[in-house]
């Protein structure tokens, strides 16, 4: 299979991985309507630190998308790919060309601002 193949499937499958991570625990917030907790977080930093920062952020956009239309947060959809999107472009290119678990860290904490 050519890699940018197998890379684009892999990114289908994140994006998938992502939506089915963030809707398996949903716990709304009361004091703001449609705001929910969630862990699709974690699946998108992995993505980042597998594939990079474009192919994560499309994942990251599109499962992460595809959970607020599902849970009913329609409102926050816009906000929601721009913002998940940014996290997985932040964390791919921090992490790009180091391996070192302190800049992985680092990563996480940025995008997590």
């Known amino acids: 299979m050519d890699v940018k193949t197998r890379r684009l499937t892999t990114t289908a499958v994140t994006a998938a991985l992502v939506y089915v991570v963030t809707i398996l625990l949903v716990i709304q917030i009361p004091a ?3 705001a929910y907790f969630n862990l699709g977080d974690v699946i998108i930093y992995c993505s980042a630190f ?3 920062g474009p192919y994560a952020a499309g994942a990251a956009a599109i499962g992460s998308g595809l959970a607020d239309l599902t849970v009913g947060s329609t409102v926050y959809i816009p906000a929601t790919v721009i913002i998940k ?5 932040l964390v791919g290119f921090i992490t790009k060309k180091s391996n070192a678990l302190k800049q992985y860290a680092a990563a996480c904490v940025a ?3």
Do not use: Q
């Open 50 to 52: 597998i594939l990079g």
């Open 32 to 34: 703001v309507k449609g």
């Open 111 to 113: 995008a997590a601002l």
């Open 85 to 89: 999107a940014c996290m997985a472009l």
